[in-house]
C-alpha cells in the first residue's frame, strides 16, 4: 500500500490526563512518527489540566504533524475523543491509548481493513507490558481487558467482531457522522472508579445506523499497553471488573440487554469455565498461579455481576441512563485558549 490512503488520510487521536505519564505520551506520539504508512497527523488531547496542557503545547510547539488540543466538552475519556473527532481532517480516525505504543505497520493494517466500503471500523491487537517485567502468576489471560488489552477468548487473525476495543481502534468519518460520537458518562471520566464499554455502545449504535456495516479486528495491527505495578493487583483486578459491570449496565439500557450482552454471553458460559477447568487442572498438577488464577475468574465474575446489577438499578432509576451522546456535528471546538500549537 502506498504511503497515501484513499480514504483522506489517518488522523491519530491519543487522549491524556497526567504528567505522570509524560514519558509514555512521548513514546506513543513517537511511535506514530514513526509509522510505514505516515499518518496525517497527531493530535494530543488533553483532559482538563492546564499544567499538562501548556507542557505539551510548548514540546510540539514547533511540529508540524503534532497538534495539543483541550477537551472542550466534560471530563472524561469519551469527551476527549469527541474533540479529537471534530477538530481532526482526516477520512479514517485511529485511537492510541497514552500509555501505548504502536509496532511500525499498526496505521498500515487498519487502513489496508478499509479497501472494503462496508468497513466501519478496524481494531488491533494490544499486548500488555507488565510493570514487574512478567504476568503476576494469578492473572488470568481471560481477564487481560481488565489492564486494556486483548484478551483470551476474543478471535484470532482478521475477524468480524461486535465491537473493537477504544485504546487501538479506528473508525471511518462518516462513522461518527451517522452515529454520533462517544457516549459521555459510560466511561472514565477522571473519577478513580475505572469504568468502561464507551466503544461498546458506539459500535453498537453504529451497526443500528448501518446495518450492513463490518466491524473488524485485524491482529496484525498491534499496540503494546504499559500496565503499572498498582494495576497488578488484585485489589484493582476486583475493582476494575466491578466497574465493567456497572458500565455494561449502562450500555444494556442504552441499546437493549440483547445486543449490549451478547458477546458477553459466550464469553461467561464459554471462555471463562474453560479457564477455570485449566487453572484448576494446573492446581493438580502443582502448576504456578493455576488456583489463583481459577479464584481470580470467579471473583471477576461476581464482582462484574454484582456491578451489573447495582447499575441496572440505577440506570432504571435514572431513566435515561445518567448518560449523554455528544453529537460530532455540534462538536465544534476551539482549543481552550492553550492548545494547537
Known amino acids: 500500500m502506498s504511503a497515501r490512503t484513499p480514504h483522506g488520510g489517518v488522523s491519530v487521536v491519543i487522549c491524556a490526563y497526567t504528567e505522570e505519564r509524560w514519558e509514555d505520551t512521548l513514546a506513543a506520539v513517537s511511535s506514530v512518527r514513526a509509522q510505514s504508512l505516515p499518518a496525517l497527523e497527531t493530535l494530543l488531547v488533553v483532559d482538563h489540566n492546564p499544567a499538562l496542557l501548556e507542557r505539551l503545547g510548548r514540546e510540539f510547539k514547533e511540529a508540524d504533524d503534532v497538534r495539543v488540543l483541550a477537551n472542550a466538552g466534560p471530563r472524561g475519556l469519551s469527551a476527549g475523543r469527541n474533540t479529537g473527532i471534530a477538530r481532526s481532517r482526516g477520512g479514517i480516525i485511529a485511537f492510541l491509548d497514552d500509555d501505548a505504543v504502536a509496532e511500525p505497520d499498526w496505521l498500515r493494517h487498519f487502513a489496508a481493513g478499509y479497501e472494503d466500503p462496508r468497513v466501519m471500523a478496524v481494531g488491533g491487537r494490544t499486548e ?61 471520566d477522571g473519577d478513580k472508579r475505572p469504568l468502561g464499554c464507551e466503544e461498546t455502545e458506539l459500535c453498537i449504535r453504529l451497526t443500528r445506523a448501518r446495518p450492513d456495516a463490518v466491524l473488524l479486528i485485524d491482529d496484525r495491527a498491534v499496540i503494546h499497553h504499559r500496565v503499572p505495578a498498582s494495576r497488578e493487583r488484585f485489589a484493582y483486578f476486583r475493582t476494575r471488573a466491578y466497574a465493567e459491570g456497572l458500565s455494561k449496565a449502562l ?40 488456583g489463583g488464577r481459577a479464584g481470580a475468574i470467579v471473583t471477576g465474575v461476581l464482582a462484574a455481576a454484582g456491578g451489573y446489577a447495582l447499575g441496572s438499578v440505577r440506570a432504571r432509576r435514572g431513566g435515561g441512563g445518567g448518560f449523554s451522546v455528544v453529537e460530532i ?13
Do not use: H
Open 128 to 188: 500488555p507490558v507488565w510493570a514487574s517485567g512478567q504476568r503476576p502468576v494469578w492473572f488470568p489471560e481471560e481477564f487481560d481487558w481488565v489492564v486494556g488489552c486483548t484478551y483470551r477468548g476474543l478471535p484470532r487473525g482478521k475477524v468480524r467482531v461486535r465491537n473493537v476495543l477504544g485504546g487501538n481502534a479506528s473508525f471511518r468519518r462518516s462513522a461518527f457522522d451517522m452515529a454520533g460520537g462517544f457516549a459521555t458518562g459510560i466511561g472514565r
Open 251 to 290: 450500555v444494556a439500557r442504552s441499546v437493549g440487554a440483547g445486543k449490549g450482552l451478547e458477546s458477553e454471553r459466550r464469553y461467561t458460559t464459554r471462555v471463562l469455565p474453560a479457564g477455570v477447568a485449566r487453572g484448576v487442572r494446573d492446581f493438580v498438577l502443582a502448576r504456578p498461579g493455576g
Open 329 to 341: 456535528e455540534a462538536a465544534e471546538v476551539s482549543d481552550g485558549g492553550g492548545g494547537d500549537e
